[in-house]
């Protein structure tokens, strides 16, 4: 299944990468593969992770305390959010 970012959700994801990285060399690397490794989950079972709304799923990441938010949008993944689970955790419901 095919897979898509929302531009703020691709922008989390991003700055994330390079906080990781400005923390210690290698690591934004890791948590980088660690999303994608949890997004190809959601991929090969879209419909296995918990709902949080009526539309959107998570899926948590095991080694980072992040989940990727996504909703199912016709034939595609929809990443809504790369949350911080020791943050706002509404903060991405205004997303469309």
Not at 57 to 68: G, I, K, N, T
């Amino acid at each position: 299944m095919n897979f898509s970012f929302h531009e703020l959700a691709e922008d989390e994801l991003i700055s994330t990468i390079e906080y990781y990285e400005d923390c210690q060399t290698g690591l934004g690397l890791c948590f980088s593969e660690e999303i994608y490794a949890t997004i190809e989950r959601i991929c090969r079972f879209p419909l296995a992770w918990e709902l949080i709304d009526s539309h959107t799923r998570r899926c948590l990441s095991h080694r980072f305390p992040y989940a990727v938010l996504y909703r199912m949008v016709e034939n595609e993944i929809r990443i809504m959010a790369v949350m911080n689970l020791h943050r706002k955790p509404c903060y991405w419901k205004t997303r469309k």
